[in-house]
C-alpha cells in the first residue's frame, strides 16, 4: 500500500502561479510512474501530467501544456507539480496518483487538493 498526501493547494489569482507536492509513504516510490490528474466541479476527472520512474519523460495535456512542469525527487518520496500563467479554468480538485504501467489506471491515489484560480 502506497498512501499519497497532496499539499500546496490554495487561492490564486490569474497569471499566477502554484507549486503542488505529492508525498508518498513509502521507499518504493521510485517503482511507479507518478501522475496529476484533476477534476473541476461538474466534471470528469482529467489527466494532467506524469512522470515515468526515474524521472526521464514526462507527459502533458495539451490544454496545461507550456504552462506547468512535472517533477519528482525519489529521495524525498516526492512528486512535483510547478503551475504558472494559471487560469479560471484551472480552478478544480488536484490529485496525485501513481501507477505501475498503465497511466490512465493508477494504482493509487491521494486525496486530492483545492486549487482556485481567481480574476
Known amino acids: 500500500q502506497v498512501q499519497l498526501v497532496e499539499s500546496g493547494g490554495g487561492l490564486v489569482q490569474a497569471g499566477g502561479s502554484l507549486r503542488l507536492s505529492c508525498a508518498a509513504s513509502?521507499?518504493?516510490?521510485?517503482?511507479?510512474?507518478m501522475g496529476w490528474f484533476r477534476q473541476a466541479t461538474g466534471k470528469e476527472r482529467e489527466f494532467v501530467a506524469r512522470i515515468s520512474r526515474n524521472g526521464g519523460s514526462t507527459y502533458y495535456a495539451d490544454s496545461v501544456k507550456g504552462r506547468v512542469t512535472i517533477s519528482r525527487d525519489n529521495a524525498k518520496n516526492t512528486v512535483y507539480l510547478q503551475m504558472n500563467s494559471l487560469k479560471l479554468e484551472d480552478t478544480a480538485v488536484y490529485y496525485c496518483?501513481?501507477?505501475?504501467?498503465?497511466?490512465?489506471?493508477?494504482?493509487?491515489w491521494g486525496q486530492g487538493t483545492q486549487v482556485t484560480v481567481s480574476s
Open positions: 496518483a501513481a501507477d505501475s504501467g498503465h497511466w490512465a489506471r493508477p494504482d493509487y
Open positions: 513509502r521507499r518504493t516510490f521510485s517503482m511507479y510512474n
